[in-house]
């Protein structure tokens, strides 16, 4: 079985190609990457791959079954959870109750559980909430499990962020950029958290600028430059590769 395989994805904005006929397959386990200059596209194969965007032409399979077109909460669902590059928190509920609104398909949600199966919706629902109080703990936010989201920590919101995707149970996770603006001893946090994850046999699938943080983490790793893939291999490998290494001194150039 695949667990995401992506053929000839292409999404176009206007006269750009943000994303151009893109194809390749995750690794089943582990942790792998995709890296790339800025504007290269790897936010929008995210949003193509999670459904939030639609692709112009080109497939994507999440486990072999095809998904392009399916709604981001089907998709998430099935066990596809992203975060954004953006944190997304729910400011004006606490830290404790933005976990609760990520748990998966609540009995509370259907109107027959309401009426007929109100012992079942309580029992769910405690068992959500020692699920909770779980992951607060793992994350060290056990402390700030009652403060609301919006009074926390640039660091502590993608902590949470990260606790809301941990609450769906997801069977791969994509993770925008979630070291960025983050310190260095959050980031070591986030990576034992992400190991975690991989050894729980979580797939995890990043975009990430922090290269060290990359080499460390990733299995393998995808390059995009310019809406195209022009890598794919180890960590290692891409560092020493030319067209990988132009592309990345070809923007910076731009930029100096
Ligand atoms: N919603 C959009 N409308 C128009 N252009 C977009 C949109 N989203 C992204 N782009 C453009 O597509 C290209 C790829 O962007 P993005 O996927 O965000 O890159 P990355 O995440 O690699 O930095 C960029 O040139 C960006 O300006
Ligand atoms: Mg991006």
Redesign the pocket.
Known sequence: MSVLRIEQATKK??G?V??DHVSFELAVQGISGLV????????????LISGF?KLDSGSIYYRDVPISGLPPHVISRMGLVRTF?QTRVLPFMTTLDNLMASAPDQAGERLSAVFFERGKVKQEETRYRERAHEILDKLQLGRVANELAGNLSYGQQRLLELGRVLMARPKIVLL?EPTAGINPTLIRKIMEILMQLRDQGIKIFL?EHNMPFVSEMCDEVFV?DA?KLIFHGTPQQARRDQGVIDAYLGREEHVA
């Open positions: 904005f206007g750009l943000a994303v790339g200059p800025n504007g290269s596209g790897k936010t929008t194969l995210f949003h965007y590059q925008d975009i995009l809406g």
